[in-house]
């Protein structure tokens, strides 16, 4: 898997620390809103041990329209400022339109995130002229910013996987890098709370495709309806389902708590055999 300039092996597990540049996310009510309050949001993340960030103009949910100028005023000079105070961070930018696509990888994004299945297929042509790194995901045929009612899958995991693969090998026909292609199959996203825990459960299926996998999993409803716990009580159920994903060899992990979601990955990196103990002395002064 290739990010911007650097290169990761298949045992490489990554936080992606989430920034939303909008004024109505659903966990963090638009704490990192205001400009200045965004990049100490990015300080924070960079201190914690992210190793990408994933910007984003419009929230997943319905709520007010934010076309197009919008989402750029929200995003490029932020996505600019954030490029020239960290130079080697990698940048990622959550959106579905090819026009912001552009604008953000003109000033620095290593990363389009697609949330949104290939309703615009334009990104992965932007994706391929920047050479950027392009998220794939499945939601189910779902429109932007609209929720799931009532969906049904023969079998939930097949679908993601056809999709998701789907997209990925149009996005390399169009001249994105093979390297430069991630899957993801979006949890909540067109899905029931019973399909995102399959989902989970069988996210070594996905991995089994060889291209590398993203889980977004952080205060999820998933998390929430299965422990019956609001969003600002979610963290441990979502630490629990990132070491379940963690085990089965996703790669990418789209977080809130970044410093949290560092520990549990490095510690399912350890047992793995993939990453050495910080500090060995115990049985050996």
Not at 71 to 92: G, K, M, N
Not at 166 to 195: C, M, Y
Not at 211 to 224: E, I, N, Q, T
Not at 258 to 279: H, K, W
Request: charged letters at 25%.
């Amino acid at each position: 898997m290739r990010l911007g300039a650097r290169t990761f092996g298949p045992s490489a597990r990554l936080v992606m620390a989430i920034v939303n540049r909008t004024p109505d996310s659903f966990y963090d009510k638009g704490s990192t809103w205001q400009h200045d309050v965004a990049l100490e949001r990015v300080r924070q993340a960079v201190s914690e041990g992210a190793d990408i960030v994933d910007i984003g103009g419009v929230k997943a949910a319905p709520g007010e329209e934010v076309d197009s100028a919008e989402e750029i005023r929200r995003t490029v000079d932020f996505v600019a400022q954030v490029r020239d105070e960290h130079p080697r961070l990698l940048i990622s930018v959550d959106t579905w339109r090819a026009d912001v696509g552009r604008e953000v990888c003109r000033v620095g994004a290593d990363v389009l995130n697609d949330a949104w299945g290939g309703h615009d297929p334009g990104l992965a042509e932007v994706a391929a002229e920047f050479d950027a790194a392009l998220v794939c995901t499945h939601v189910g045929g779902l429109a932007p910013r609209t929720r799931p009612h009532r969906v049904a899958y023969d079998d939930v995991v097949a679908a993601a996987i056809e999709h998701t693969v789907g997209l990925a090998e149009r996005a390399v026909s169009v001249g994105v890098a093979r390297d430069r292609v991630i899957i993801d199959p979006a949890h909540d996203f067109g899905k029931n709370t019973w399909q995102s825990l399959e989902v989970t459960r069988r996210i070594g299926e996905m991995t089994a495709t060889g291209w590398p996998v993203l889980v977004s999993l952080s205060r999820k409803d998933f998390v929430g309806e299965t422990l019956g716990l609001p969003v600002d009580e979610r963290l441990y159920g979502t630490l629990a389902a990132t070491a379940v994903c963690a085990w089965q060899g996703a790669q990418v992990y789209r977080a809130h708590d970044v410093a949290a979601t560092r520990q549990v990955l490095d510690m399912v990196s350890s047992i793995a055999g993939d990453r050495p103990p910080a500090r060995t002395v115990r049985g050996l002064a």
